[in-house]
């Protein structure tokens, strides 16, 4: 119901007004238009100026490339470092491991048990 209100508004209202643009810009407006433009705008001087590069303008190229080697170097370095990382902790474990048979033995000899007797206890599934 009142989509249909509306359409008949709508249509009386382009009745009336109709569908012509009512913006009009004058004839030969633009056909004048730059000149006109150009004419109104003050005179401007130019102007060539010519100034030297500082020292940073001159060498920030070669800062800026230095950098992005040493970033490269540095990334390259750290992927790298994966299997050094793995080197070291196999280098630890078996340090580790040795340390570890050193105090096995020195708390063995402490033990003042033969080697059979050792042996014995260390078979025995009772013990468990």
């Given amino acids: 119901m009142k989509g249909e209100k509306l359409m008949k508004e709508e249509d009386k209202l382009l009745k009336k007004l109709g569908t012509e643009n009512p913006f009009r810009v004058p004839e030969g407006y633009f056909e004048s238009f730059t000149s006109d433009l150009m004419s109104r705008l003050p005179e401007k001087e130019k102007t060539d100026v010519f100034r030297e590069p500082t020292t940073w303008e001159k060498v920030r190229p070669w800062l800026y490339m230095a950098a992005m080697f040493v970033g490269a170097a540095l ?43 050792l042996y014995v206890y260390l078979t025995d599934e009772s013990a468990e």
């Avoid at 470092?81 to 708390?107: H, M, W």
């Fill in 75 to 117: 990334i390259i370095r750290v992927a790298s470092t994966g299997e050094a990382v793995s080197e070291i902790r196999q280098q630890a474990a078996a340090d580790d491991a040795d340390v570890e048979l050193e105090y096995i033995s020195t708390a063995i000899e402490n033990t003042m048990m033969d080697d059979y007797s």
